[in-house]
């Protein structure tokens, strides 16, 4: 089955930095990616996806990347802010309708702390 | 805004009792999940549905019994609780593009 490897336990910025999370996934037919955020004993809320049929993604600060080739996909926070600290999770799907969505793969996690 | 409703927020369960999550969601959603997440590990699926009265199984089910009975509610049900399922256990729905809805999760303790 598709494995997710997240490859940043934690992360430590400035704010106003950019930050920068790594996924990479195994599953070639893998074609939906979202990003999900949980906050201390939260849920967790989606924050952006991207579809196979794009490389790259830009909701107001966040900017995903997708390398179909190298199965990777990264998440760009930019002009980070304290409130942006969190946990980050990656996952990948083989589509986002039918059966397969919410069929989600997840990542480990990246813990993003935005400092003063 | 979407939501889905967990409870309990927190249980504590003697090993081989039952246990019943509950979760709600008012998003007329037809897709719900159960996932469970243990410290330091991502989310990892063990039972989903797409319409009342029918589950199917996710990738870690065993131990585990789903039930829907409704599009509102999806139950997650340990028949004989093992240290091992201690976690927290989330509920989601989705929407018709993909994005799920969490609900604030269950904390289970198995002794």
């Known amino acids: ?116 | 805004e979407a939501a889905v409703t967990q409870s309990p927020r927190s249980k504590v369960a003697v090993t081989g009792g039952k246990v019943t999550l509950s979760c709600h969601q008012t998003n007329n959603h037809d897709y719900m999940y159960w996932y469970r997440q243990d410290t330091g590990h991502g989310l990892r699926l063990i039972h989903y549905s797409y319409v009342a009265d029918s589950t199917e199984k996710g990738d870690i089910p065993d131990g585990y019994k789903a039930s829907r009975p409704s599009q509102e509610n999806f139950s997650l049900i340990l028949e004989l609780a093992s240290l091992s399922q201690t976690a927290v256990y989330f509920c989601a729905s989705r929407t018709g593009s993909g994005q799920l809805y969490f609900g604030e999760g269950s904390k289970l303790t198995v002794l």
């Open chain 1, 1 to 116: 089955g598709e494995k997710v490897e997240q490859h940043e336990s934690t992360l430590s910025v400035r704010e106003g930095d950019s930050a920068v999370i790594n996924c990479t996934y195994t599953d070639t037919a893998s074609s939906y990616f979202p990003w999900y955020k949980q906050e201390a004993g939260k849920g967790l809320h989606f924050v952006i996806d991207i579809r196979s049929n794009v490389d790259r993604k830009q909701s107001q600060r966040l900017i995903v990347l997708l390398d179909k080739k190298a199965k990777r996909f990264s998440l760009h926070i930019t002009a980070t802010q304290p409130e942006d600290s969190a946990i980050y999770f990656c996952a990948a799907s083989l589509s986002n309708t039918g059966a397969n969505t919410g069929k989600l793969t997840f990542g480990h996690g990246t813990i993003l702390r935005v400092h003063p």
